[in-house]
T-cell receptor, first 114, second 115 residues
Framework: EAGVAQSPRYKIIEKRQSVAFWCNPISGHATLYWYQQILGQGPKLLIQFQNNGVVDDSQLPKDRFSAERLKGVDSTLKIQPAKLEDSAVYLC????????????FGPGTRLLVL | GENVEQHPSTLSVQEGDSAVIKCTYS??????FPWYKQELGKRPQLIID?????GEKKDQRIAVTLNKTAKHFSLHITETQPEDSAVYFC??????????????FGAGTQVVVTP
């Protein structure tokens, strides 16, 4: 079974630039999550999709972050404009249904904002 | 909202000894508690989880205990091996029939197993 795919794996940008991350969940997984993991901290949920609908985006900084999952499969997360404090690993995860089912994480995208 | 505190932040053990990581949570309604292991540079992976209707769960060398009254849960690793070296995260969430829940992670514990 193929795992969660993410790209790019690494990205270096300057502050105020834009960046986008892509995630392809495990086939058949209805729920998709985007997490931000700052160095030395646990993952923090940014947004959670059920199919192509948003079920939780309460911790997404909506003035600069946006995410979509138009066809209920792949998802993109965008930051515009980036700030220094956005430097982190952005993890995508998916699960069959609810959060009680195992969440499978992708390898993450390591973002460095200079 | 839920707040999860995790201790210790680092734990060094001799190979063969036991390791214990403790987490406390603030929301008494939380009813699902997974533990994730993240090796250096790799993705988090679920290693064990427990629901609020049980007090203990074991899987080979790993066990998790839950004390709902005190609102804390712990991960126990026995007979530690070098491959147990990683960062371990606890998490908590309230799951209901009409809500999806949001996992709140602890800050993580760096476990180092020395031969």
């Amino acid at each position: 079974e193929a795992g969660v795919a993410q790209s790019p794996r690494y990205k270096i940008i300057e502050k105020r630039q834009s960046v986008a991350f892509w995630c392809n969940p495990i086939s058949g997984h209805a729920t998709l999550y985007w997490y931000q993991q700052i160095l030395g901290q646990g993952p923090k949920l940014l947004i959670q999709f059920q199919n192509n609908g948003v079920v939780d985006d309460s911790q997404l900084p909506k003035d600069r972050f946006s995410a979509e999952r138009l066809k209920g499969v792949d998802s993109t997360l965008k930051i515009q404009p980036a700030k220094l404090e956005d430097s982190a690993v952005y993890l995508c995860a998916s699960s069959l249904g609810s959060v009680q089912e195992t969440q499978y994480f992708g390898p993450g995208t390591r973002l460095l904002v200079l | 909202g839920e707040n999860v505190e995790q201790h210790p932040s680092t734990l060094s053990v001799q190979e063969g000894d036991s390791a214990v990581i403790k987490c406390t949570y603030s929301d008494s309604a939380s009813n699902y508690f997974p533990w994730y292991k993240q090796e250096l540079g790799k993705r988090p992976q679920l290693i064990i989880d427990i629901r609020s209707n049980v007090g203990e769960k074991k899987d080979q060398r790993i066990a998790v205990t839950l004390n709902k009254t005190a609102k804390h849960f712990s991960l126990h690793i026995t007979e530690t091996q070098p491959e147990d070296s990683a960062v371990y995260f606890c998490a908590a969430v309230q799951m209901t029939t009409d809500s999806w829940g949001k996992l709140q992670f602890g800050a993580g514990t760096q476990v180092v197993v020395t031969p």
